[in-house]
T-cell receptor
Framework: KQEVTQIPAALSVPEGENLVLNCSFT??????LQWFRQDPGKGLTSLLL?????REQTSGRLNASLDKSSGRSTLYIAASQPGDSATYLC???????????FGRGTSLIVHP | SQTIHQWPATLVQPVGSPLSLECTVE??????LYWYRQAAGRGLQLLFY??????ISSEVPQNLSASRPQDRQFILSSKKLLLSDSGFYLC??????????FGQGTRLTVV
């Protein structure tokens, strides 16, 4: 059974710092890995999708990498801003029905 | 473009009452559909998924059921709610090897 772990569970940083959020998974037979953002009381917003054949994806200040063989992904946030404060979730799609399995997330606070 | 609608946004129900949460997807055909629950302080737990009309797979035995009466409609139900059914319910869809996309969720409080 796929298990996804995210480290750290919480992070509080001053504005402007570059951040690295980590995600690891136990079964490397994945189809893709997706990073989401969740604001309090809201649904999940997709940030980046990395297919199993890809190594990284970039969108603006966000960069996600994937090392499938070692079961790891990192989300890099450059020049963090208070508006980046949210919970960041990692999900890997695996199994016959491409079911996304989630980590518990990293709660990020960026203070001015 | 594809959109997903989920309602209601919030719901307060007494113990023992029935439940019906609805999710519809627009702009795509034959998506995989998912119901997740997010309890306070816990991760997202997959409850049900469906790969087609009338095809429902349950991941966790509990007081809930799901149905897919139409291609782009996914319904989460309960005949009698328990206090432990409280949580944030999220519907999602996925097509092929694309990523998953989520609705805005329903906050259910059972009192």
């Amino acid at each position: 059974k796929q298990e996804v772990t995210q480290i750290p569970a919480a992070l509080s940083v001053p504005e402007g710092e570059n951040l690295v959020l980590n995600c690891s998974f136990t079964d490397s037979a994945i189809y893709n890995l997706q990073w989401f953002r969740q604001d309090p009381g809201k649904g999940l917003t997709s940030l980046l999708l990395i297919q199993s054949s890809q190594r990284e994806q970039t969108s603006g200040r966000l960069n996600a990498s994937l090392d499938k063989s070692s079961g790891r992904s990192t989300l890099y946030i450059a020049a963090s801003q208070p508006g980046d404060s949210a919970t960041y979730l990692c999900a890997v799609a695996s199994g016959g029905s491409y079911i996304p399995t989630f980590g518990r997330g990293t709660s990020l606070i960026v203070h001015p | 473009s594809q959109t997903i609608h989920q309602w209601p946004a919030t719901l307060v129900q007494p113990v023992g009452s029935p439940l019906s949460l609805e999710c519809t997807v627009e702009g795509t055909s034959n998506p995989n559909l998912y119901w997740y629950r997010q309890a306070a302080g816990r991760g997202l737990q997959l409850l049900f998924y469906s790969v087609g009309i009338g095809q429902i797979s349950s991941e966790v035995p509990q007081n809930l059921s799901a149905s897919r009466p139409q291609d782009r409609q996914f319904i989460l139900s309960s005949k009698k709610l328990l206090l432990s059914d409280s949580g944030f319910y999220l519907c999602a869809w996925r097509l092929g090897t694309l990523g998953a996309f989520f609705g805005q969720g329903t906050r259910l409080t059972v009192v």
